[in-house]
């Protein structure tokens, strides 16, 4: 089952079937097409698809992503969270968000990544976590940096072949300390 979560602006929580439309905004925008390199025709089944995947995903491993939505007014804003594919070159569990434009340079990718980092060490007896970004993202890379990882090895992957990822880590022990250094400043 799909927790939720709180932090000081955003509800992390699971998927609701009418979430669909504001989803579907968000995957269709111009800049997340690009920097996720969705195609142009992407719409509501592959939404619908889409949230379907993160529930079942925290039904059978304890990973997915949340639906993002503001405090303050119920906004969908769009998703975050945990992700940890089927796929035998796949990493391990990978931090990610995707939020619509119009909630970018506001700190809720940040705010939402790091409940999430905090949500997986918590929950998953892992040492490591991850990052899967495309060398263009830039903001996504801006994000994980903030977030405490760092570019590691670069690899193509089987689903993705025309253009490498940066496979970006944090370790356990370097996000208790930098948590340590944030309370304490």
Do not use: C
Not at 1 to 28: K, S
Not at 99 to 127: C, I, M, N, Q
Request: proline share 6%; charged share 25%; net charge negative.
């Amino acid at each position: 089952m799909t927790p939720t979560l709180e932090t000081e602006r955003l509800i992390l929580r699971p998927f609701h079937e009418n979430d669909v439309d504001a989803y579907t905004a968000v995957l269709q925008a111009p800049q997340v097409r690009a920097a996720l390199h969705l195609p142009d025709d992407i719409g509501r089944e592959q939404a619908w698809l889409g949230m379907a995947q993160w529930l079942g995903q925290w039904e059978l491993r304890g990973t997915g992503q949340w639906a993002l939505e503001l405090k303050s007014s119920g906004a969908f804003v769009g998703r975050a969270g945990m992700h940890f594919p089927e796929r035998p070159e796949w990493p391990g569990i990978e931090i990610g968000w995707a939020l619509h434009p119009d909630h970018w340079g506001k700190g809720y990718a940040t705010e939402a990544g790091r409940a999430s980092v905090e949500y997986a060490f918590a929950h998953h007896d892992v040492d490591t976590l991850y990052s899967v970004i495309l060398h263009e993202n830039t903001a996504s890379q801006a994000v994980a940096r903030r977030l405490g990882f760092a570019p590691g090895e670069e690899r193509v992957l089987s689903h993705f072949p025309d253009m490498p990822h940066v496979f970006w880590t944090l370790h356990r022990a370097d996000f208790s300390r930098r948590e340590r250094q944030r309370v304490e400043t």
